[in-house]
């Protein structure tokens, strides 16, 4: 089978193509033949050889760990009912024609919606949806949203707006802040603007001008600036760093302020809580109520253009490989 391997750490240039033996399914296993692997901004950070207190890969490996497809083969003990089902799966090393899976960690994907769609949702659908729950958001609050024309972000806002809050998303440029306007954002700031933040507490408004949840997908200085934008009561959640780092919140001052902090390690789901929180996104989309993003589907051979892609940040949404 064709794949994508990192041959060794450094820029887009050491994801290239390669061919790897097909994978053969052991007892409780299943193989998909892979339609779309997700990409994540993370696998490229990775790549670089960034974070190896927290991620063990050497190369050279095969990145990845979301797909959507379909079932072409049976380990022992599976039912045979799983035979030609499309579904979404984690696996390890994605950026494959095809992937081995356990059956426990497929998710059916409902008939209405397209295999594109559901691969879209495979990571962002679950973090964006676990978050809504962590942060407890509902029609009483004031969102702020980082990096909200991302593909996570514009997940955020949509939910955040269907709990009826009212939502602001702070992304960079003209074209992304219509983009996060159109989701069904209340209001949407410039990232761009040397007054960013002081635009994004008057949008916010209400007495005193200040978020009760800023959703941080972003970290560094953005997310920095962005919390003391947080209510005092409030919440913030820093769950990203594709700016290189967290937010570097002081967490004495949180206290001092009654704020409750979440981080990367809240997002970490069990696997029942994965399997719960992907099912909803996907019945949301299926159903028309939520909208994946995508931004650009580039074929497997031209993994290392969409790592650059991703890191010129560019595009609005997701960016998917397509088998």
């Known amino acids: 089978m064709r794949a994508a391997q990192v041959k060794a750490f450094g820029g887009p240039e050491v994801l290239a193509p390669v061919e790897m033996p097909d994978p053969v399914p052991g007892p409780g296993e299943v193989v998909i033949d892979v339609a779309y692997a997700d990409t994540i901004f993370v696998e490229t950070q990775v790549r ?3 974070g190896r207190d927290f991620f063990s890969v050497t190369p ?13 083969a049976l380990g022992a003990d599976v039912p045979g009912e799983w035979l030609g089902r499309r579904v979404t799966a984690y696996v390890t090393g994605s950026y494959a024609e095809r992937a081995l899976a356990p059956v426990t960690a497929l998710t059916v994907v409902p008939d209405s919606l397209d295999l594109l769609q559901a691969a ?3 990571h962002d659908g679950v973090t964006a949806s676990g978050l809504l729950e962590l942060t407890g958001i509902d029609d009483t609050d004031r969102v702020l949203v980082l990096g909200a024309s991302g593909g996570m972000g514009t997940l955020l806002i949509q939910l955040a707006h269907a709990r009826g809050a009212r939502v602001v998303g702070v992304a960079r440029g003209a074209a992304k802040v219509a983009l996060v306007r159109e989701l069904g954002a209340d209001a949407a700031v410039d990232a761009t603007h040397p007054d960013w933040a002081a635009a994004a507490r008057t ?3 209400g007495s005193p001008e200040a978020a009760d949840v800023v959703l941080d997908g ?7 600036t962005a919390f003391p934008l947080t209510a005092d009561g409030g919440r913030f959640s820093a769950h990203g760093a594709p700016s290189g780092g967290f937010s570097p919140v002081d967490p004495d001052e949180a206290a001092r302020r009654s704020i409750t902090l979440f981080g990367i390690g809240d997002v970490q789901f069990t696997p029942a809580d994965l399997r719960r929180y992907l099912s909803a996104a996907l019945t949301e989309a299926a159903a028309g109520r939520l909208r994946p993003v995508i931004g650009e589907v580039f074929p497997l051979e031209r993994a290392a253009e969409a790592h650059a892609a991703i890191e010129g ?8 490989l397509k088998m």
Request: charged residues 10%.
């Open 48 to 50: 670089t050889g960034w």
């Open 60 to 72: 050279p490996y095969v990145p990845g760990g979301g797909v959507s497809g379909v079932v072409s």
């Open 120 to 122: 879209a949702l495979v």
């Open 203 to 205: 949008a916010v408004g």
């Open 218 to 224: 972003v970290g560094g200085e953005l997310g920095a």
């Open 313 to 320: 940040r560019g595009l609005v949404g997701k960016v998917l």
